[in-house]
């Protein structure tokens, strides 16, 4: 079992995703697909007169603010344009994809965070309105009826709160706790950079083979979202998955030239 993550970023090659994923399932693998779709939702949002918003945790973290109106444009993007976009190009592949939200089925539940402490202009300030989370459990059951009925599930944030609230959720780290659940073997996640560089941006200096104990340090050079993978790839790893690769998804056959050891492989 493999599990690929997408980012939403515009330089990905996601007519390129979608024929390695149609490659690799006439081929007999089992497969789950998780996207993202942050710049989709930016653009959405200025666009609609709710111009995104970024906040800084009191622990250093930049996550989107989640207000409900963010929330209703986040699900427009992720679960709409995004979601049904991958959809359609997969359905022309002749592949039976089902897209589906972490809300459907309860497919992926957390806990809200009921405050968020940020720091604004250097005050701490506390917000109470904001729906984020993190994901907890997964709804393998699910998963494992679509799969062994020959469909192809293409998951996408939002969560499901324990108290029934739609909750912005990391992408990368949904696709590790959908990786450990399902028991996959391989989580691939493909992002805009040749994989986790020790100098970015210098390309020269990509790491190809690491350990889980090698990721200690990571945090040190992993920037912006890159720090998201790092910590979802730990994750995936201490949740029982064997590898982790962290793959280039702009280039041809992204998908093929993960699996064929390119990018940073992280072994557990
Ligand atoms: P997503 O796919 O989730 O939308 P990105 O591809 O934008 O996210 O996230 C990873 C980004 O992190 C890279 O594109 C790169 O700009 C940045 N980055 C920061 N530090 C590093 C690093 N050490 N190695 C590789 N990329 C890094």
Redesign the pocket.
């Known amino acids: 079992m493999i599990v690929v ?5 515009k330089g ?1 090659n996601l007519a390129g995703l979608c024929e390695d994923v149609a490659a690799l399932l006439r081929a007999g693998q089992r497969l789950v697909l998780v996207h ?4 989709t939702t930016d653009e959405l949002a200025a666009a609609l007169g709710h111009p995104a918003q970024y906040v800084t945790s009191t622990s250093g973290h930049v996550s989107r603010r989640t207000d409900r109106r963010t929330l209703e444009i986040f699900e427009m993007a992720y679960c709409g344009q995004i979601n049904k976009g991958l959809v359609e190009r997969l359905q022309g592949l002749g592949v039976n994809a089902v897209g589906l939200s972490g809300l459907d089925g309860g497919l992926l539940r957390g806990t809200r965070k009921d405050v968020l402490r940020i720091v604004e202009n250097g005050r701490q300030k506390v917000l109470r309105d904001d729906f984020t989370g993190k994901v907890e459990q997964v709804n393998r059951g699910l998963l494992t009826l679509l799969l062994d009925n020959g469909y192809f599930p293409v998951l996408t944030p939002p969560a499901l709160s324990f108290n029934h609230e739609a909750i912005n959720v990391d ?2 780290r949904a696709a590790a706790a959908v990786a450990a659940a399902l028991h996959a073997d391989t989580l691939i ?13 210098d390309e020269s ?3 190809t083979n690491l350990s889980l104990a090698d990721l200690g340090n ?1 945090h040190d ?9 790092v910590l979802a790839a730990q994750e995936a790893l201490q949740g029982g998955v064997s590898q982790v690769v ?1 793959g280039d ?1 702009r280039r041809p056959e992204p998908l093929r030239a993960a699996l064929a050891g390119e990018g ?1 492989k992280i072994e557990g």
Not at 36 to 39: K, L, P, Q, V
Not at 189 to 201: H, K, M, Q
Not at 221 to 229: I, L, S, V
């Open positions: 993550k997408i980012g939403g970023g990905l993202g779709g942050a710049e992408g990368d996640l493909l992002t805009s950079a040749p994989g986790l560089l020790a100098r970015f941006p200096s990509l790491l990571a050079y992993a920037k912006g979202k890159m720090k998201r993978k962290i998804g940073t």
